[in-house]
């Protein structure tokens, strides 16, 4: 449960260091998104997803 615990504070790290150091970035992008069909969000939140298993899986053995 611990490690779970850390997983999301991370993620909270990583993504306010992105509010905090490119907010123009952010911003530009959740307009694009709109503009982007669901079957290739889908598809990038599913390779994101794997990746993210991935690493996990090397690192943890």
């Known amino acids: ?6 997983a999301l504070a ?3 790290c990583i993504e306010g260091a ?6 123009g970035l ?7 998104l709109p503009g982007i069909p669901d079957t290739t969000l889908r598809l990038g939140g599913l390779v994101a ?3 993210g298993v991935i690493i996990v899986w090397l690192v943890r053995g």
Not at 26 to 32: I, K, L, S
């Open 26 to 32: 952010v911003r530009r992008m959740a307009a694009e």
């Open 1 to 6: 449960m611990s490690d779970l615990v850390v």
């Open 10 to 12: 991370l993620v909270l």
């Open 18 to 23: 992105l509010y905090a150091l490119a907010p």
């Open 49 to 51: 997803a794997i990746i």
